[in-house]
């Protein structure tokens, strides 16, 4: 339990330490501390996910560079960097460090996160629109590096936790999650394939 | 003065009870019927709506509403809540696609939901409930920050279109982004529209990075650079959003008497409770009154001032000091009268008597302990005085920021105004008051934010000042049949006659002609109140701010332009105009594609002529009819036909020409010459109390000035001005004691407040003004994006990389003999050059000659003592002295200048931009039984100095 921590990270220590001990058991990663707040509970997970991202971007880079993936591309879905004033052709591992500093700063800011303890109401948005964003990358990785990406995920299964969490705090809408599940066969007839939807 | 108060006046005079007892038995004659409306923040959420909506884009409604159907294919209505989220959040991830394709259909599905997915309404008021929850789940979504990232990345886009560099197909492009531009504005409009009123949702709105406010006035303001492509830009949305942002995060009408209480608080003033009050005095009254008091019964003690010490008023209350009427007893002021270079306001003119018996003579009462020192009457005025006294915030902030502007060791160019410091520290300010009203967290945030939108904005201040004044200025250059077509339309008949305007078109309107006319006054009454918003709320964040800002409107010829407005458009019709198409506005438009009668619509699209104006008049009544808030006056009949936009830009355009020149003598002298009383004299035709009040205020200023012939044939005018608008304490506006020693002091007193802002600014806002400069031309830093600010990473590099080249070639003697000269040169040179210093170097490379130490007698010369060097602000600002010549203006508008090239909106001639330099220095009041005529363009001459101006010199 979290209280047994008496730093002022308790949470954050709380986390890290059921990641060293038992990260298959991803139930219990999610769970809710008793005592805890959500908001803080789930910023802990979007710090906890921005750290752990970078070792992804890490292995990415040995494959993915301006010549094999010129486009932040996921499947269909193409993004448009938001890291820059003017529309910008970032290839796709500019795109996911972009993506990556960007969430860094907008957590670490003092003005939407002044503190860690409580969460203020106005900055609960920022939540969904971060782990849209983190999404792209794992889709990223899912589909044009798959090798890394199931490498990666067997030993930390960091996939598998974003989407729990995502599931439990309704962080991501379902028909934004273009990686195909195995266990569930698509039962939205118009929502996995968005992209040719889009097209029409 | 004041003898109205009292209720025993002499035989010979009225009090203004008496006389208002006396007209209202006087038999109503004829007078027209009250028109019924209702000044507001703005009109009915639906008719706002309707607004934003051109009629010649309307049929793209229905286009959304084809491509959602399509997609969604259930009845929206009837999804659960987690459906329609899900959606939603889906189509606003799409808006960060790459595929522009892809982007504008998810904006447009995103559109149809906005707009309130009124496919599946059958009324218009539950069309109205859709888009509430519609709009109200969009921003659980977060779509607010979607949407806003969206618009930013688009029109960097169009920036970088416009570049001159960019060559390609440039105008493709570029109207690709402007639809895209406008998908994001209706997007946001709707969200902000139906988000009023809520607190929440303004903090919402001002806490994006940046602020939504500062966002939209900085593209205001780069519109100004790219003129050129400025075709189809959908600036009517820009600016109607802005209006409502502002009122959202800033708040409107009802937050401002609080609002205003609580920067009293913050201030240290206490608050005001009876705005209704019967009149007022203000410290430089009183002052006044006290020099006179005294002088005559110099055993009189006046009662101290209250927070403003007494002695100090004048000196620091130049710009609003009214104290004309003592003009000829300066002799015997201990404070104000030593006034170094003559130039201040204060300047004593030592003018002869002209009377027999010396009227200053002291009159010593006789002493005795039972009897008071002074006549009764002298006491009782003193305690009136200070029972009116109303010390108003910007007074004090006036106040204050001299003392802060004295303290400063290169003031000279203030020390003409000399004041004791010693009565500072007499009235220290201590907050006796412990502060009796509470301040909320929401009022304080909300002035928090007026500073940091001024901070953001002051580099710009100019252009979106120059930006709004032209776009305003294109609703009136237009062709001159358009004026034909709007009093047709209006053809109110008991008007028709008087007007000039033949009524021959009136049945012959085609749609097109309608819009046009129609987006005119809706451009007009957006930038009436963003301006009028913007004066307001710097007024209550600091006068000078206030100051700064209608500086730059009257140096950009707002005055001249509201009264071409109010001289080319007959305002009595004006307010009565229909420039509707009622089966064209937005929520007819959809109710009626829900009841299949598209077929009809798209015939009318097609430039039919309406036949049939009543029909649109019928149509068009209900709405009006039912406002809330009036209370119908008992005995009069009331009008209630009217345009409820055109009204309200009236009424904010008098308002913004009385807080423009109230107590400004300068300012009036050029109402004056321009000759604005005709004008004025036209709006009170119009009966509406409130327009007739601002109407008069503004005669009130100028009555002094216009002459005795003009008094005497408009003694009504006159009459109305003593009924209506509140009198002060000492209010001598029917005719003044010396005018010819205010209007010497007109220009003097101008420059003066100008210096004073300009040391505000300075003193307030010089580093990031500095500083913002440099972000205002490197366009990368920028707006930077809210969520995922761009360049952290990148910049770091850069400026390393700037700042540390890596080979530095040093010399051979440098590397053996480096100690020596660090000791030398560095170690030992203590005294560090004062930072100003460092400024004005800076500044010099541009210096150019017009800087003349001057004696504070021209516009372009400051006021400024012989000691150069040491002034650190003299060099830099005045450089820059440009206008629009009167004559262009008029040319303009007789050229029609500006034209429009679609509906929505306007091009703007890069022609008609004219900076021209206009150096000329003299000033020309006339007086307008001289004048030749109507604002007899070649007699006029503005000054023009545009500080903060060095953006353009790039």
Not at chain 1, 130 to 149: D, Q
Not at chain 2, 338 to 363: C, D, E, L, V, Y
Not at chain 2, 774 to 799: A, E, G, M
Request: aromatic letters at 10%; charged letters at 25%; one cysteine or more.
């Amino acid at each position: 339990m979290p209280d047994k921590y008496e730093s002022a990270f308790a949470l954050q220590e709380y986390l890290q330490s059921l990641i060293r001990t038992n990260k298959e058991n991803i139930d219990l990663l999610i769970e809710l501390p008793p005592g805890h707040e959500e908001d803080t509970w789930q910023y802990e997970h979007l710090r906890q996910l921005c750290l752990e991202l970078n070792y992804l971007v890490i292995q990415l880079e040995a494959e993915c560079n301006r010549q094999s993936c010129p486009e932040m591309k996921a499947d269909e879905w193409m993004y448009l960097c938001a890291a820059h004033p003017n529309p910008t052709n970032c290839c796709a591992i500019d795109y996911i460090v972009h993506t990556l500093d960007g969430a860094t700063t907008l957590l670490n800011s003092h003005k939407y996160f002044p503190s860690r303890i409580s969460i203020p109401e106005t900055s609960i948005k920022y939540y969904q629109s971060i782990a849209r964003r983190l999404y792209r990358i794992f889709a990223h990785a899912w589909f044009h590096h798959r090798e890394i990406f199931e490498a990666f995920e067997n030993e930390n299964q960091l996939y598998a936790r974003f989407l729990k969490l995502s599931d439990r705090y309704g962080l991501v809408a379902k028909n934004l999650l273009i990686i195909p599940q195995n266990n569930n066969i698509d039962n939205d007839d118009r929502d996995n394939t968005p992209s040719s939807d889009v097209s029409n | 003065m004041g003898e109205h108060i009292i209720d025993e006046a002499p035989d010979d005079s009225l009090t203004l009870g008496q006389l208002k007892k006396i007209v209202k038995q006087l038999p109503n004659k004829q007078k027209p019927k009250e028109i019924s409306f209702s000044y507001a923040d703005s009109d009915s959420i639906s008719r706002e709506i309707d607004e934003f909506y051109n009629y010649a884009e309307i049929s793209q409604c229905l286009e959304n509403k084809n491509i959602f159907d399509e997609e969604f294919g259930e009845a929206w209505t009837t999804c659960t809540m987690s459906e329609r989220r899900v959606y939603i959040e889906y189509l606003l991830e799409t808006l960060e696609l790459k595929d522009p394709e892809k982007r504008f259909l998810s904006a447009k599905k995103l559109l149809y939901i906005a707009q309130g997915t009124f496919g599946e309404a059958i009324t218009q008021e539950q069309h109205l409930e859709w888009i509430m929850e519609n709009n109200k789940l969009l921003r659980k979504c977060g779509a607010l920050l979607s949407y806003f990232q969206a618009l930013k990345l688009a029109c960097h886009a169009h920036d970088y279109y416009s570049r001159p560099d960019f060559n390609a197909d440039r105008q493709v492009y570029i109207d690709d982004i402007n639809t895209e531009i406008g998908f994001y504005l209706t997007l946001l409009y709707m969200l902000v529209e139906t988000h009023r009123g809520d607190d929440s949702f303004g903090t919402e709105l001002a806490e994006l990075n940046p602020p939504v406010a500062v966002f939209l006035f900085e593209i205001i303001a780069s519109l100004r650079e790219k003129e050129k492509n400025a075709k189809g830009y959908p600036v009517k949305k820009f600016l109607l959003l802005l209006w409502k942002v502002i009122l959202a995060s800033l708040g409107g009408l009802n937050d401002m008497l609080r609002l205003k209480n609580s920067a009293r608080t913050i201030n240290g003033l206490p608050p005001i409770y009876n705005e209704g009050l019967l009149t007022k005095s203000t410290p430089a009254d009183y002052y006044t009154f006290q020099n006179e008091a005294t002088q005559k019964y110099p055993t009189y003690v006046p009662p101290p001032c209250p927070f403003i010490p007494t002695s100090s008023i004048a000196a620091s209350l130049f710009p609003s000091a009214n104290n004309h009427a003592n003009g000829n007893d300066s002799s015997g002021q201990n404070a104000a009268s030593i006034n170094g270079n003559g130039n201040s306001s204060q300047a004593p003119k030592s003018r002869k008597q002209q009377f027999q018996t010396n009227q200053r003579q002291p009159f010593i009462f006789p002493f005795s302990k039972s009897t008071p020192s002074v006549p009764k009457s002298i006491q009782e005025a003193g305690d009136l005085y200070l029972k009116f006294m109303h010390i108003s915030l910007g007074t004090f902030q006036f106040w204050k920021e001299r003392i802060e502007m004295k303290k400063l060791p290169t003031g000279d160019i203030i020390s003409s105004i000399s004041f004791n410091e010693n009565c500072i520290m007499e009235n220290p300010l201590n907050n006796n008051d412990e502060s009796q009203i509470e301040i909320t967290k929401t009022d304080k945030e909300k002035i928090e934010r007026i500073e940091i939108l001024y901070k953001s904005i002051l580099p710009h201040l100019q252009n979106i000042v120059i930006m709004l004044l032209k776009l305003l200025l294109a609703t009136v250059s237009s062709n001159k049949n358009s004026d034909n077509d709007k009093g047709g339309i209006s053809a109110n008949n008991d008007h028709i006659s008087e007007s000039s305007i033949n009524s021959s078109t009136s049945n012959g309107n085609t749609i097109e002609e309608i819009d046009i006319m129609r987006h005119r006054e809706i451009t007009s009454k957006a930038v009436s109140a963003i301006i009028l918003l913007m004066l307001k709320h710097l007024k209550l964040s600091h006068v000078l701010k206030f100051e700064f800002l209608s500086q730059l409107l009257v140096d950009s010829n707002c005055l001249l332009l509201i009264l071409k407005l109010f001289g080319l458009q007959d305002v009595s019709l004006m307010v009565k105009a229909k420039n509707e198409v009622e089966n064209m506005n937005f929520f007819q438009y959809c109710m009626d594609i829900n009841n299949n009668s598209t077929n009809e619509i798209k015939q009318t699209d097609d430039n039919m002529v309406i036949d049939d104006q009543q029909e649109s008049y019928d149509v068009h009544q209900p709405g009006q009819i039912s406002d809330p808030q009036f209370s119908i006056s008992n005995e009069t009949e009331v009008d209630s036909d009217y345009c409820w936009r055109n009204f309200f830009a009236a009424i904010n355009f008098l308002k913004i020409l009385q807080k423009l020149t109230k107590r400004k003598t300068h300012r009036i002298l050029l109402l004056v010459q321009y000759k604005s009383s005709a004008i004025l004299k036209r709006i009170l035709k119009v009966s509406h109390p409130l327009l007739e009040l601002y109407a008069l205020k503004v005669l009130k200023n100028q009555i002094p000035f216009i002459g005795r012939k003009w008094r005497q044939s408009n003694m009504k005018v006159i009459t109305s001005i003593y009924l209506s608008c509140r009198p002060d304490l000492r209010d001598e506006w029917i005719s003044l004691t010396d005018v010819d020693s205010e209007m010497d002091d007109a220009l003097p007193q101008e420059q003066n407040l100008r210096t004073l802002v300009k040391f505000y600014n300075e003193r307030n806002y010089f580093p990031q003004y500095d500083q913002q400069n440099d972000i205002y031309l490197d366009d990368n830093n920028r707006n930077l994006p809210d969520i995922f600010p761009p360049c952290y990473t990148k910049s770091l590099n850069h400026v390393n990389s700037a700042y540390i080249p890596d080979d530095i070639m040093l010399d051979d003697s440098f590397l053996e003999n480096w100690e020596q000269w660090l000791q030398e040169e560095v170690y030992s040179f203590s005294s560090v050059k004062p930072h100003l210093k460092s400024i004005d170097e800076y500044y010099d490379d541009d210096f150019t000659t017009t800087i003349q130490n001057g004696d504070g007698s021209e516009w372009d010369v400051p006021p400024t003592s012989p000691v150069d060097g040491k002034d650190p602000f003299s060099s830099i600002e005045w450089k820059n002295i440009s206008s629009y010549e009167l004559k262009d203006f008029e040319q303009r508008i007789n050229n029609s200048g500006f034209k429009f090239y679609d509906f929505d909106d306007m091009e703007i001639n890069t022609d008609s931009v004219t900076n021209v330099d206009d150096k000329t220095n003299e000033t020309t009041y006339c007086w307008p039984d001289e004048m030749l005529g109507p604002l007899a363009p070649s007699e006029v001459t503005i000054y023009q100095p545009t500080p903060y101006q060095s953006e353009d010199e790039d």
